[in-house]
């Protein structure tokens, strides 16, 4: 109903012991979560150092001195074998980057970048973000026509 408005206040009681047990938990999960991204993390360093023959040679040799004859079987067992992606990428944020890095490198006049950040702002403006729309425009320096660039 138009002009009711309701209140409330709720307490929780927990148990110092549950409240324990669920602190030792979350520690628990924390530790595993650090150790996984850990393994992530040298997991994809190994996977880029096998995936580029110069390093893979270098690692294989410190790793194995005594096996060197070995490498061209590793060589051939890693045939295509892709570099890896920025685990912070999703699918989305990668094609963004990239698309934006292409969009930056094409725009080469200061006028290019002027029709640019115009229809930017104007898009942050139409979606709401006025605080990006006001980031936007106080890093917009203009260039004086004719000018080269930054």
Excluded: C
Aim: hydrophobic share 40%; aromatic share 4%.
């Amino acid at each position: 109903m138009p002009g009711l408005e309701i209140t409330g206040a709720a307490e929780l009681d927990v148990a110092a012991a549950d409240r324990a047990l669920a602190e030792e938990h979350a520690r628990r999960q924390q530790a595993a979560d650090l150790e996984h991204g850990e393994e992530l993390h040298r997991l994809a360093q190994l996977q880029q150092v096998l995936s580029d023959p110069d390093l893979r040679r270098v690692w294989w040799i410190a790793q194995f001195p005594d096996r060197f004859n070995d490498l061209k079987t590793l060589a051939q067992a890693l045939e295509g074998l892709p570099m890896p992606q920025e685990t912070q990428d999703d699918d989305l944020r990668g094609d963004i980057r990239r698309f934006t890095d292409q969009l930056v490198t094409a725009l080469y006049t200061p006028q290019q970048r002027e029709v640019f950040l115009q229809a930017l702002v104007q898009t942050l403006t139409a979606l709401g973000h006025h605080d990006l729309t006001t980031a936007a425009t106080l890093r917009h320096r203009p260039h004086d026509p004719g000018s080269t660039p930054a």
